[in-house]
């Protein structure tokens, strides 16, 4: 039996307001090169056979990143599709780029997310190959309280996960849960898709940290560093 085909939407649509930059977190340099641009060549590895990339980004971001992709030289072939009002309507953008597939796996990931390991990737993938709906996640190291009334209350944590990207789903269970109306609840994939599939979850890694303060930044290039 042939491995279905893979493809990867790639959300970018930061402004660097929390990081306090002069530009959009995906394109401030790490280690010399921009965080989405390490994105992307994660997905790229040969290994994972992924066949269609789409970056999804402001328009306004677009020149910017064409240019970046000059100067850097990159010759990984991928579309880019204008971002839509959140995060549910720029995946739903993408989405509608891959409308010549019929079927396959599709992973949506977080463009800030340049740390990701081909074995996350990997993992996620095929578990949606297998079960229809899977994401990375991985356990909470710090002690959980909720919040009440009359204060707080501890939760258990080990029946808490912290959820990551990339989120593989088959192309038509996605496509079909993103023709449903966009609600506020909606934080992630997952969140869109779990009304009408279950979601497995994968073990993530902790190294596969969200770029979004100036501490992330030192991290990710602590982490780089250290690989």
């Keep these: 039996m042939s491995s279905p085909n893979r493809f ?8 660097g307001t929390r990081m306090g930059a002069g530009q959009p ?13 390490h994105t992307l060549r994660r997905f ?12 999804v980004l402001p328009p306004d971001q677009f020149d910017t990143w064409h240019h970046l992709c000059t100067r850097h030289q990159v010759s990984i ?25 019929t079927e396959g796996i599709v992973a949506v990931h977080d463009g800030v997310r340049p740390l990701v390991s081909a ?16 994401i990375a996640a ?19 944590r080990s029946h808490l996960r912290l959820v990551q990207t990339p989120q593989c789903f088959e192309l038509e269970l996605l496509r079909r849960a993103y023709r449903l109306p966009e609600l506020p609840t909606f934080t992630d994939d997952a969140s869109v898709v779990e009304d009408l599939h279950p979601i497995h979850l994968v073990e993530g890694d902790y190294r596969n940290l969200k770029i979004t303060t100036r ?7 602590a982490i780089l560093r250290s690989q």
């Design 8 to 15: 990867a939407i790639l959300v970018a649509g930061g402004s």
């Design 25 to 37: 977190k995906q394109f401030l340099e790490l280690l010399g090169k921009p965080v989405l641009l």
């Design 44 to 55: 790229a590895a040969s290994s994972l056979g992924v066949q269609q990339f789409v970056v």
């Design 77 to 101: 072939p991928h579309a880019v599709v204008g971002g839509g009002h959140s995060r549910w309507a720029s995946v739903r953008n993408g989405l509608k780029h891959l409308a010549a597939f």
């Design 119 to 134: 074995a996350v990737i990997e993992n996620t993938y095929a578990a949606a190959a297998e079960h229809g709906a899977a």
């Design 138 to 156: 991985v356990a909470p190291k710090d002690s959980v309280r909720g919040l009440s009334k009359e204060g707080s209350y501890a939760i258990d």
């Design 215 to 221: 501490e992330d930044m030192l991290l990710a290039e």
